[in-house]
Nanobody, 124 residues
């Protein structure tokens, strides 16, 4: 069975950095695209970043381009989100998710497994 567990969230000052990790259990992790989403209080969940099974393709929300980097280590069954130059508007619960296929996708409905989330709070 597939389980995803996020870690690495916390409180950071504006301009600081955090590295989120998502550890996956279950078989064939390397066959699937992975993504990061976030949800702030009172707002809808939104796409942040995605990566294909081979790491050959990545997609990012426009507002995080140049600041966030998604990567994966298939041997460790782990996907990462390196977040630099953090802004208060990045404050949210961050979720990792597994795609139904191997591509990188920004579409919410293309994901079938979700982690429990990790809180990221950026102070001004």
């Amino acid at each position: 069975q597939v389980q995803l567990v996020e870690s690495g969230g916390g409180l950071v000052q504006a301009g600081g950095s955090l590295r989120l990790s998502c550890a996956a259990s279950g078989p064939t992790f390397s066959s699937y695209g992975m993504g990061w989403f976030r949800q702030a209080p009172g707002k809808e969940r939104e796409f942040v970043a995605a990566i294909s099974w081979s790491s050959s393709r990545t997609y990012y929300k426009d507002s995080v381009k140049g600041r966030f980097t998604i990567s994966r280590d298939n041997a460790k069954k782990t996907v990462y989100l390196q977040m630099n130059s953090l802004k208060p508007e990045d404050t949210a619960v961050y979720y990792c998710a597994r795609s139904k296929g191997g591509i990188a996708t920004m579409l919410n409905y293309e994901y079938d497994y979700w982690g429990q989330g990790t809180q990221v709070t950026v102070s001004s």
